[in-house]
Every structure is written in structure tokens, then in C-alpha cells.
């Protein structure tokens, strides 16, 4: 659970790990940061506490905007001397502008907008990340399958050739069908595994599917279900 508050000084929104009362500046280069907003976004916002707003009483509000003792004995004095109610009447317009019942206090506030932007990007990142590396694992072969090879014509060369047609020089490429992509046997389907048994020091035999090509489906199966699972809004920015 974290806590916000805001730093008198500079106005700054400021975090705090209640756990274990570890401060938590808003700086995306610090680590205990960089842990809040991952918290957030795997844990959602209900994990953040606003900051504490205080609500100044009547006392607080009217000793805030009453003249200074000074300004108030001078306000006195001249009231004696010109017969006039300035002192009362300043007081009572404070009194009455600050009444009673303000009685103040302190309450949450809102979570700043922020925290969730801050999460959301931080989701939108790992979701990018993840679906680069999902696509890339899919565009490796099936080792069940193997792969073939793949020639194909490259130009090794260029050359000047007297066309006897038009009578002038021309450039022509000379190519060459290289191998651009080696050919790779299917793995085999089944491997034999001995098993021991240590009670009776005896050992067997069987045929299982090989462990290689069981363990490249499940990864290729679990990139897949990434790639599915993928907002096209982070596909889009891919592409883009």
C-alpha cells in the first residue's frame, strides 16, 4: 500500500511505501519509483492512497487575516480619536466572513492523474516488449519440421557489354544462385529414455517424444498466446 503526499516546498507529489516508510521521490530514473508504478500497474490504483488534504478551521482563517496587533491598536486609537468603529467593524467582517462552523480537518485526496498515466505507459511498454520477442520466437523453424533450403540469384558483379544492336556499351549485372538459407533436418520424433531404478538397480526402456521438439511447441504455443493477447493498439505502434 502507498501513500501520496506533497512536498511543502516544492509542491511535488511524493510517495511513501507504508510497509516499510521507504520515501519515494517522483523521479522515473529511481528504482523504488520505478517498483511503485510496476505495482500499480500489475496491482491497479486501489493500492494508492491520496494525499492528505488540510482544511483550515475559522481560528486558522481568521488569525490569518486579522491585521497585525500593531495595525489593530492603531485602528483603536484613531477610533477614539474620531469617534469612528473601523477596529469593530474590520473584526466582525473577519468573524463574519470565517464563521463557526468552519471547523476544518483533514481529508484523502485524489490520486493524481499521473500514477495511472505513469502505469499505463508502463503496461503499454511491457506488452511492446513481449510481443517483439513473441513474434521472433515464432519466426524461428519448427524443429519437427526442420526447414528447406532456399537459393536464390545475386548479382556478384557488374559489367560493360558492347550491344551490338545499338552499338554502345552497356552495364549489365552478373549474377550467381547462392544458398542464402541452409536446409535443416527435422528433428526425430521419438528418443529412447533409460530409466533406473535405484531399489532394484534395473533399468527400462521406453520411447517418449523427443523432449526438444515437446519443449519447442510449448514455447512457440505460449509466444502465439502472447501475440493473440495483444492490444493492436501496441501492434499499431509497431507498425507504424
Known sequence: ?????K???????????????????????????????QDVAEQGIEIVEGPDIHEPSYQELRAAEYPSLQDQQDMQYWDQVNGTTVWKDTIEAIKTKYPKTITGGT???EVPAWVQEAADNWTFNKQLREYVDAVERLEHYILSEGRPEIREDVVVETKEVFNEETGELETVNVTENVVTQTAIEPLEATVEVTNYDPETMESTTETVRNPLI????EERAAAQAVVDATPQAVIDAINS
Open 1 to 5: 500500500m502507498y501513500k501520496l503526499y
Open 7 to 37: 512536498n511543502l516546498q516544492t509542491g511535488e507529489t511524493i510517495g511513501v511505501l507504508k510497509e516499510s516508510n521507504t520515501s519515494i521521490p517522483q523521479d522515473p530514473t529511481n528504482t523504488d519509483y520505478q517498483r511503485f508504478i
Open 107 to 109: 481529508t484523502v485526496g
Open 214 to 217: 515437446v519443449k519447442d511447441e
